[in-house]
């Protein structure tokens, strides 16, 4: 007798009626986990590419062009079948294919993501010298627990305009052998007022400066000797003076690279999965799907700002070019937003047992048990929420149960503890539906966060389904 015969009436309505997440390495056989692994290797390459939303941008337009797909730029036209891709002044990029169905009718399918992550970005006027070191003043990005970056090796990623218009990339730490970068912490000898502090007062923000040098140069006549031995090395390498620091985006990020986590591999621990653990699985679904929809995906910035500027998701540069590719078809853009159909995928948080008092456990999102859609964010009664409609939901739903895609919905903890938003409500706007959908993260926003395998592909297969 098998083990479902054995089961009694009970257990078999019970096993009908009652849901219970996944999870999708129990679920997957060895092929499909062997697929989760070689999928994790191309993502963990992008990651350490990609430490700023400049460098993901460079290594979309990379993969995109080594698919065959081409520029656009506003007022080009488009035809069905067409591989396009749309750069916004180099930090946000849109990868596009034209479908075969009918515009108005069909709508576009959208993946948005984002590809900018916490950090510290350098001040305008930044480079001092104090008691035997040089420093640069900074300004941190988004939201962060400022003590989590002191003491751990930085690198120095960014673009400067020189006084000329000349545009010089920086990047320095990330290679064996380059020198790496620090922000300096108190020792606890010294430590016993800083400890009394709340945390978020632990460090402040203006005490995240960066050790960038303390060599003096040779001139007993100098003061400041070895800020001038910086900027003679940033004048050899780069052509800088220290007036062309105002005209520089320059960010102090970790230096060390993706790393597999525990004696089985199943986890990934890296710099930047929030969000950029979606936007690679929907530039890959993008790229590797022939679908007969027209599919988009949307690789923005400012999204930890609140999606501000010209590179954020608010800026009118994404309308524009869903309205400009609906035109180039002879179909009306408002016809056709109102049928499109959005996946704003974004990390949420993973349940840790560690912190299981911020945790709702029910309406939790679990590791390993695949993409995890949150039908609303927000906080404090759903503020600042687009909450999509149980009609798209349910729509969603069946197209994972009928591609065997695993998945799971929670919500960013306890109600009036968590909450949090991101880019659907933006889409939303444009009258297209909308939902959430991305990772479980561990330690979000922390120089190092960690994620599982198997929801990093669980992901990618939402996508492809969602395209197809």
């Known amino acids: 007798m098998s083990k479902d015969e054995k089961k009694t009436e009970g257990q ?6 009652s849901y219970k997440k996944k999870n999708y390495f129990e679920e997957a056989d060895d092929a499909e986990r062997k697929e989760m692994f070689d999928y994790a290797e191309g993502y963990m390459a992008f990651l350490d590419q990609s430490k700023t939303e400049r460098e993901a941008c460079a290594y979309a337009v990379s993969a995109a062009k080594a698919k065959g797909f081409t520029e656009y730029k506003l007022g080009d036209k488009v035809k069905k079948g067409d591989k396009k891709y749309f750069v916004n002044r180099d930090k946000s990029i849109v990868v596009f294919r034209i479908g075969s169905e009918d515009l108005e009718k069909d709508g576009y399918r959208i993946i948005a993501s984002h590809i900018d992550a916490p950090r510290v970005d350098i001040k305008q006027n930044p480079l001092y010298e104090d008691s035997g070191m040089c420093f640069l003043k900074t300004h ?5 627990k400022k003590y989590q970056w002191t003491a751990i090796p930085l690198a120095l990623h960014g673009v400067v305009m020189l006084a000329d218009g000349a545009k010089k990339e920086i990047r320095v730490g990330d290679k064996e052998g380059d020198p790496v970068f620090y922000i300096n912490d108190l020792l606890p000898h010294l430590g016993r007022d800083q400890m009394g502090k709340p945390a978020g007062k632990v460090i402040e923000g203006e005490q995240l400066n960066v050790v960038v040098g303390g060599l003096p140069y040779r001139d007993k006549e100098l003061n400041n000797k070895i800020k001038l031995t910086v900027l003679k090395i940033l004048n050899e390498r780069y052509g800088m003076c220290e007036e062309d620091f105002l005209s520089a985006e320059l960010s102090a990020v970790p230096a060390f690279g993706a790393r597999d986590v525990g004696f089985d591999r199943a986890l990934i621990g890296a710099y930047g999965h929030d969000d ?4 690679y699985p929907a530039l890959t679904a993008v790229l590797d799907n022939d679908s007969r929809h027209t599919v988009l995906a949307m690789l923005v910035d400012k999204e930890e700002i609140g999606s501000e500027g010209t590179t954020g998701i608010q800026c009118k540069a994404y309308e524009d070019l869903m309205e400009e590719i609906a ?3 002879g179909a009306d853009p408002r016809r056709v937003r109102a049928a499109s159909k959005c996946l704003s995928s974004d990390v949420t ?3 840790d047992s560690n912190f299981s008092e911020v945790f709702e456990k029910m309406n939790a999102a679990m590791i390993s048990c695949g993409t995890c859609m949150c039908k609303f964010t927000g906080g404090g009664g759903k503020s600042g929420s687009s909450d999509a409609s149980a009609e798209f939901v349910g729509e969603i739903r069946k197209i994972f149960a009928e591609n065997g895609v695993v998945w799971q919905t929670a919500e960013l903890g306890r109600v009036d503890v968590g909450g949090g938003g991101t880019v659907a409500k933006f889409v939303a706007k444009l009258n297209i539906d909308t939902v959430d959908l991305g990772v479980p993260v561990i330690s979000m926003h922390a120089p190092y966060e960690l994620i599982s395998k198997a929801d990093l592909y669980s992901n990618y297969k939402a996508f492809i389904a969602f395209m197809k």
């Open 327 to 329: 035109l180039s078809l």
């Open 276 to 279: 950029r653990v979606c936007s």
């Open 349 to 351: 948080a993973a349940y």
């Open 12 to 17: 078999k309505l019970q096993d009908a009626l």
């Open 140 to 144: 941190y990005y988004g939201g962060i």
